[in-house]
């Protein structure tokens, strides 16, 4: 969640600092709405696609060698590993659990941020409930497909959704048709979806700064495409600039609407002025697909996302003995792995042989899916629970997979963001003893042995009368 949110922010300080420097000035208004919008959208999205596969086929290596500091400049969130303490009592045994837990600097942090989001929701939902006492108890009329609320409340007139809040006393005649042709622009056009997004951007992001930036450049483009509709509409372009300069004084208007008086009023009056989009500005436009690409390389994950685990107690009079192996990235058989075992004796061996039987547990990226569940149902005959979680196949092969095996005192977790080699699993019926666990093919092992490893795909089990079971595939001499 914390990487999550790092690049959200990330990207909306990208997506931003491109919008301010190449376009703020744009006159492609619709264009420019869009952007901002998708701007919002894609930070909370990208970060969640799978980006990997197409980074590695689409851009060329020198970009995303260049675009590699960038990412490398990201923080870390390292691992924390904590094994507790056991207890010598002569209580019954305590099932081993893995937990993950914060510690208080980060559960503060999370109780901060959740605080700043309930605090601008709450104080968003009093502008909802304000707006729709002002509309419910307020007479109106349906002038030119849309409803005129007429307030007695001096604040500055404002549209929200298909209504158009207004005090009718302030203004003359010419001011209110000004007003009309306005706030119809932003009614017909749904500008308050635009609003509606920017406010949850706001209070999601309460805490980035260019997250509220964002949020005004949306709203003021959305006053720029209705002033341009209104001098369009043959409205005397003095006479209302005249108007907005004296609204503009006027009281502060709600931040869910669309008000006509949306300052500053010296940037919407000067964008009025400005001639057409020459060529050079036009140009600008085709510099957001380098700006986008720079997004992708910037929060495609170089490298594994890390893992907390806390590993919980072990039954009374046992020792415990904790093995974890963290891999972050590289390249090789345990690229972006995390793996643990934990188990309560002190002999480990590194061969599996239980009498007379053999068994082995074998998954390869051509695994398939009914195979694992084969293979699971198989073991839980025998008492051994094997759980499978973040299985992710991709055109027809296994790509990442997280397997955790529990067996009585002995349990381990082996998560594969990227699967390219043989998860081996082995000592699962040797008592008293951990869960063997090796990526790729075990040293130490006969040659018999590793023949049947490597000609497996899921379940083998050799019994003492010579029978052997096969769930999946397998191919032995």
């Keep these: 969640m914390l990487l999550y949110l790092l690049k959200v922010n990330v990207l909306i300080l990208l997506f931003t600092a491109s919008y301010w420097l190449l376009l703020r000035h744009g006159k492609l208004l619709q264009l420019n709405r869009m952007i901002l919008a998708l701007s919002i959208l894609l930070a909370f999205l990208l970060p969640v696609l799978p980006l990997h596969s197409f980074l590695e086929e689409s851009v060329p290596e020198p970009v995303r060698a260049l675009t590699a500091r960038a990412t490398n400049a990201l923080p870390e969130v390292d691992p924390m590993v904590t094994t507790s303490p056991l207890e010598n009592t002569e209580s019954s045994p305590v099932e081993p659990s893995v937990t993950v837990l914060p510690n208080r600097a980060w559960q503060l942090s999370v109780w901060v941020f959740l605080g700043g989001v309930a605090l601008l929701f709450f104080m968003l939902l009093r502008q909802f409930i304000h707006i729709f006492r002002l509309i419910l108890y307020s007479s109106n009329t349906r002038v030119d497909g849309l409803t005129l609320v007429h307030t007695d409340e001096d604040i500055p007139p404002f549209s929200f959704f298909r209504f158009l809040v207004i005090n009718p006393t302030k203004y003359d005649e010419e001011e209110l048709q000004r007003i009309i042709v306005h706030e119809k622009v932003h009614i017909n056009q749904h500008h308050y979806l635009d609003i509606l997004l920017g406010e949850i951007l706001r209070v999601l992001l309460w805490y980035n700064p260019f997250a509220w930036f964002l949020n005004g450049l949306l709203k003021m483009n959305l006053e720029y495409i209705a002033d341009r509709r209104v001098l369009s509409a043959g409205?005397?372009?003095?006479?209302?600039?005249?108007?907005?300069?004296?609204?503009?004084?006027?009281?502060?208007?709600?931040?869910?609407?669309?008000?006509?008086?949306?300052?500053?009023?010296?940037?919407?009056?000067?964008?009025?002025?400005?001639?057409?989009?020459?060529?050079?500005?036009?140009?600008?436009?085709?510099?957001?697909?380098?700006?986008?690409?720079?997004?992708?390389?910037?929060?495609?994950?170089?490298?594994?996302?890390?893992?907390?685990i806390i590993?919980?107690?072990?039954?009374?009079?046992?020792?415990?003995?904790?093995?974890?192996?963290?891999?972050?990235?590289?390249?090789?058989?345990?690229?972006?792995?995390?793996?643990m075992s934990v188990n309560r004796s002190n002999s480990v061996s590194s061969t599996n042989t239980s009498a007379g039987r053999d068994i082995y547990f074998v998954i390869l990226p051509t695994t398939k899916e009914k195979t694992l569940m084969d293979v699971q149902e198989t073991l839980a005959e025998r008492g051994i629970t094997v759980e499978y979680q973040k299985?992710?196949?991709?055109?027809?092969?296994?790509?990442?997979?997280?397997?955790?095996?529990?067996?009585?005192?002995?349990?381990?977790?082996?998560?594969?963001?990227?699967?390219?080699?043989?998860?081996?699993?082995?000592?699962?019926?040797?008592?008293?003893?951990?869960?063997?666990?090796?990526?790729?093919?075990?040293?130490?092992?006969?040659?018999?042995?590793?023949?049947?490893?490597?000609?497996?795909s899921g379940l083998y089990i050799q019994r003492s009368d010579g029978r052997v079971s096969i769930r999946g595939t397998a191919t032995i001499d």
Excluded: C, W
């Excluded at 372009?237 to 006027?250: A, D, E």
């Excluded at 009281?251 to 008086?261: A, K």
């Excluded at 436009?285 to 495609?300: A, D, E, K, R, T």
């Excluded at 072990?314 to 793996?339: F, M």
């Design 311 to 339: 590993v919980g107690q072990g039954s009374a009079n046992a020792n415990a003995h904790t093995s974890i192996t963290i891999n972050k990235g590289g390249s090789g058989a345990a690229s972006n792995s995390v793996s």
């Design 391 to 456: 299985v992710k196949y991709k055109n027809g092969r296994l790509a990442s997979i997280s397997v955790s095996v529990k067996k009585g005192d002995f349990f381990g977790i082996h998560v594969y963001d990227e699967l390219d080699t043989r998860l081996v699993f082995y000592d699962l019926e040797v008592v008293d003893q951990a869960i063997g666990f090796q990526a790729g093919t075990p040293t130490g092992f006969s040659s018999k042995q590793r023949k049947i490893i490597d000609g497996l």
């Design 235 to 308: 409205i005397d372009r003095k006479g209302y600039q005249f108007q907005l300069l004296r609204m503009g004084v006027r009281g502060q208007s709600l931040r869910l609407t669309t008000p006509l008086n949306y300052s500053p009023i010296k940037m919407r009056i000067a964008m009025m002025n400005t001639k057409k989009t020459s060529l050079l500005s036009a140009f600008r436009y085709l510099l957001l697909f380098p700006v986008l690409l720079l997004s992708l390389v910037v929060i495609s994950p170089a490298q594994a996302q890390k893992t907390q």
